[in-house]
């Protein structure tokens, strides 16, 4: 067999795979434990390599036990779905295979990537903004936190950290923990990331933010650096900008919006006001591998001033690589990494495919389906609302008839829809009462989705009920 002949070969099976997708009957995952895979996939590489049988074999095993994160009972993660175009846009970019820090290797691949950060930028309202795709939103915000860093304390970008400056951060106490890493990376100190409280529905309370700023100032700190995250991770709550802006501008803080989850939220007109004084951040991480449905990793950084990036990157008289003969802005002057992939190229096909308005119907409906599902749940007599529904995510938990542990219950009750492939969806804890949460993340569901997703939850609850003995 031929390489062209296994090329072919394996074509077929990406078209089995995306019809197997659409298949309702179809289980999510074959669970096995890692011992169990073990013995059905030879994992070992051996001295002579498989025959062109066995590859193919191999590729029919990987995906099988494979979790199909594309079929639509998948809305355990914050990414799900499959998206077409940005699919062929993932293959093309593999194909061409080139690295993001020259226009020289990578003239279109450059130029699409301008063109995105400055389509990102106009949603956004940076007039002279800048940006740079990263690998991850966590890195977006490591990134923004490094460019805070080194505009309060720009010798620090030679000298290292003086600790008798004590840098400060301030995040909600529900915002993602890649902000505490990021101070470590930066050597400021996960301990000097300060948790800010936030209300019942998990927003940041803005007169929290003002207090511990203040009493920092008091103990002789230096505060630096504000993040509102725009959808928290458990509860998806957008905290209020407009209102952290003024405090930022008193006190003249880095405000960075972590829009990792709920950034493209922004693309939606009748949902946009929740991120209002978007404009008034210096820093803004979007994740178009979460909303947008673009396969992973696709993930920006937004700067408000050009030239931000620039200022991070200490030493780049690289003449072995930046030739300057184009006289074109190579990327990689502003990014942290030397090689990098390519991921503007398969957004680029999507917003191509979609159109600008089309994506917009995307993000709208993925809250017409939050705000079904949430219906559901207050309508069912079993089911309880554990706290509003804030954006995408709606946590509820099933109320048994029987008197018994509660999270226990719900637990169970998550784990056998996990192990039955029917649907997986995520828990997590709101205070002490754990809460199923369900993320609507995947622009393509309809009504008849969210039900089938009920309706594998309710008989599975309704199967583990008939099991339970009553709490003595
Ligand atoms: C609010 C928030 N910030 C940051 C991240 C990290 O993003 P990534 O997984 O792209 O690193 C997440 C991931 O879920 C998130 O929910």
């Given at each position: ?401 029987v008197k018994t542990d ?37 622009g393509a569901l309809s ?23 009553p709490m003595i």
């Amino acid at each position: 067999m031929s390489e062209l002949n296994i090329l072919s070969e394996s074509l077929k099976k990406v078209t089995n795979y995306l019809e197997n997708n659409q298949n309702r009957n179809q289980p999510i995952v074959k669970f096995k434990k890692p011992s169990e895979l073990k013995k059905l996939i030879n994992f070992e590489i051996d001295k002579q390599g498989v025959s062109e049988q066995d590859f193919l074999k191999l590729i029919d095993q990987y995906l099988e036990y494979s979790v199909k994160t594309g079929n639509k009972q998948f809305v355990n993660q914050l990414f799900s779905g499959f998206n077409f175009p940005a699919f062929i846009g993932e293959l093309f970019t593999v194909l061409a295979n080139t690295s993001m820090y020259t226009y020289e290797v990578a003239p279109v691949a450059t130029t699409i990537e301008t063109e995105m950060i400055r389509l990102m930028n106009r949603y956004t309202g940076y007039l002279d903004g800048d940006g740079i795709f990263v690998t991850g939103g966590s890195n977006a915000n490591l990134v923004a936190m490094f460019s805070a860093r080194n505009w309060a304390l720009p010798e620090s970008r030679f000298e290292g950290c003086d600790r008798t400056i004590k840098l400060k951060a301030f995040i909600s106490n529900q915002a993602h923990y890649s902000f505490e890493t990021a101070a470590n990376v930066l050597g400021i100190g996960a301990k000097n990331v300060i948790k800010v409280a936030s209300d019942k529905n998990g927003k940041m309370i803005p007169t929290e933010l003002e207090k511990e700023i203040n009493e920092s100032v008091s103990r002789g700190e230096k505060p630096f650096f504000v993040a509102a995250t725009c959808a928290t991770t458990l509860l998806g709550a957008y905290d209020p900008i407009d209102e952290l802006a003024q405090i930022c501008k008193k006190y003249n803080l880095w405000l960075h919006a972590d829009g990792s989850f709920g950034g493209s939220l922004i693309l939606s007109d009748q949902n946009r006001y929740l991120m209002k004084g978007i404009e008034k951040t210096d820093s803004f991480t979007w994740n178009p591998h979460k909303l947008m449905n673009i396969p992973l990793i696709c993930s920006a950084l937004l700067v408000k001033k050009r030239g931000t990036l620039q200022h991070n990157i200490t030493d780049i008289n690289t003449d072995y690589i930046f030739h300057d003969i184009d006289q074109i802005e190579d990327l990689g002057k502003k990014s942290i990494q030397c090689g990098r992939r390519v991921d503007a190229v398969k957004l680029w096909f999507a917003w191509k495919y979609f159109g600008l308005e089309g994506y917009q119907k995307r993000i709208d409906n993925l809250i017409a389906m939050a705000i079904f599902a949430e219906e559901i749940v207050v309508n069912h007599p079993k089911l309880e609302l554990v706290v509003k529904r804030q954006s995408f995510a709606v946590c509820f938990r099933y109320i048994p008839t029987v008197k018994t542990d509660l999270n226990k219950f719900n637990l169970d009750l998550r784990e056998t829809m996990r192990k039955n492939g029917k649907s997986i969806v995520n828990f997590g804890y709101v205070g002490e009462t754990l809460a199923i949460r369900l993320v609507i993340t995947n622009g393509a569901l309809s009504k008849s989705d969210i039900d089938l997703f009920f309706n594998n939850l309710l008989s599975t609850a309704i199967a583990l009920e008939t099991e339970l003995k009553p709490m003595i």
